[in-house]
């Protein structure tokens, strides 16, 4: 595999950008929780009643215990060790108060179950906060003016989202409250737009041939030479568009801003594995960053798939790149209604949530720290470091390292 952002199927007139186009199934057999009643996370309910999948992680004994539980119980951990009458080791403890932590969500919402719904579902489950711990931002690329050209389709579509992407950290800037991480489960990279616009026209003769006369080409051009004329093109616009330049040093810029605040950026990798593979197969070539978000900096966290039964196994849909920080498991996914999901949109969110609980149990954690610890809470697998990262995320072992770092502050103990 070598690179591998996601196609949006529906194009309402303001675009919305999920890091795929959905998979999603209704629960067959148990229906969706009431709205008046808390649903169960899937963390929440013993192995044996999880399947294979979440059994084996649980190693078929233990029970898989939410972010909530395993905060809860960190505390109560480092509580035992309190020594009556110990001021110091009380200064230290008052640091593990909840206070007002907040997480934003930059994503699609409206009318209906969104993208945006299901997406703060999985961060709701994930953590201790809820819906109104949770600022949720609508993000997403305008439609661009009646009778553009291709050119001005595919910049439009780029700068028009980073702006929406600028300007919901800039409200993040200048209304902070509490809020230390964001999770903007949305994607646009040349791959992605290029894999839109092949889906739009590749059973249709008519709009293949359209398509093919707009990149230049002969009539009668194979489907090989149209998917290399339409790859060259799109990563020329990119590479070349002023309007895109401009928008992403803005965003990039915001992005240097809430790095300095404390703030995290958690973003996904990309759904576009399928099609990378598709154009390795039929020897379309392509750069080798042809397939990193706008959003990709030295400032986001970049969260690809693992699938959930084989640790070891990357999900063939996750895209790859040189940006990706970890992965964790994108494959059955609870999301709103009871249904389960496929994709880098709920991975990202479980590693947002973990955050979010890390720096509840130690609130001085700063982003190289908290960064250093998912590093080491990841397990190197036999897949390639674009695919995974550091390697495949170990929730439970990130947390602990948190607990952990509280005690590099402190105060030693001597006899008197």
Do not use: C
Request: glycine content about 8%.
């Amino acid at each position: 595999m070598t690179l591998k952002s996601i196609g949006n199927p529906h194009r309402p007139q303001v675009r919305t950008e999920p890091s795929q186009a959905q998979t999603i199934r209704s629960p067959t057999t148990a229906p969706a929780a009431p709205a008046n009643q808390v649903q169960v996370s899937r963390f929440d309910k013993p192995a044996a009643q999880q399947g294979a999948r979440l059994s084996q992680a649980a190693d078929g004994t233990s029970p898989v215990r939410s972010f909530q539980q395993r905060a809860v119980e960190a505390r109560a951990a480092t509580t035992s060790t309190q020594v009556d009458g110990g001021k110091a080791v009380k200064d230290f403890l008052s640091r593990l108060n909840s206070g007002d932590d907040n997480i934003a969500i930059f994503d699609s919402f409206g009318p209906g179950t969104t993208h945006g719904d299901n997406v703060e579902h999985v961060v709701d489950e994930n953590s201790e906060y809820s819906d109104d711990d949770i600022r949720t931002v609508g993000v997403g690329s305008s439609s661009p003016p009646a009778g553009a050209s291709l050119d001005e389709r595919i910049e439009h579509r780029a700068s028009s989202f980073l702006d929406s992407t600028s300007d919901a950290m800039q409200g993040v800037l200048d209304n902070p409250d509490d809020i230390t991480v964001i999770n903007q489960s949305q994607s646009i990279s040349p791959v992605r737009i290029a894999d839109e616009m092949w889906s739009d026209v590749r059973n249709d003769p008519e709009a293949k041939a359209e398509l093919a006369q707009e990149l230049g080409l002969e009539e009668g051009a194979s489907d090989t030479e149209i998917l290399q004329a339409l790859v060259d093109h799109v990563d020329g616009v990119f590479e070349n568009s002023p309007e895109i330049a401009a928008s992403k040093k803005r965003y990039d810029k915001l992005s240097g801003e809430l790095e300095d605040a404390g703030i995290l950026h958690v973003v996904t990798a990309g759904n576009t594995g399928d099609f990378l593979d598709t154009l390795d197969g039929m020897g379309v070539e392509y750069d080798g960053d042809f397939a990193n978000s706008v959003l990709f900096n030295e400032h986001t966290i970049v969260v690809a798939a693992s699938t959930g039964g084989k640790r070891d196994q990357i999900a063939d849909f996750s895209t790859p790149s040189d940006f990706v920080t970890v992965a964790i498991d994108g494959t059955d996914i609870e999301v709103a209604g009871g249904n389960t999901a496929n994709g880098t949109s709920f991975a990202a969110p479980q590693v947002t949530a973990l955050i979010a609980e890390m720096r509840r149990i130690n609130p001085e954690l700063t982003n190289d720290e908290i960064r250093d610890l998912l590093a080491k809470a990841a397990t190197d697998t036999s897949a390639t470091a674009q695919e995974e990262g550091h390697g495949i995320l170990d929730p439970d072992k990130a947390l602990t390292l948190a607990r952990l770092s509280l005690l590099k502050d402190l105060p030693v103990m001597r006899a008197v």
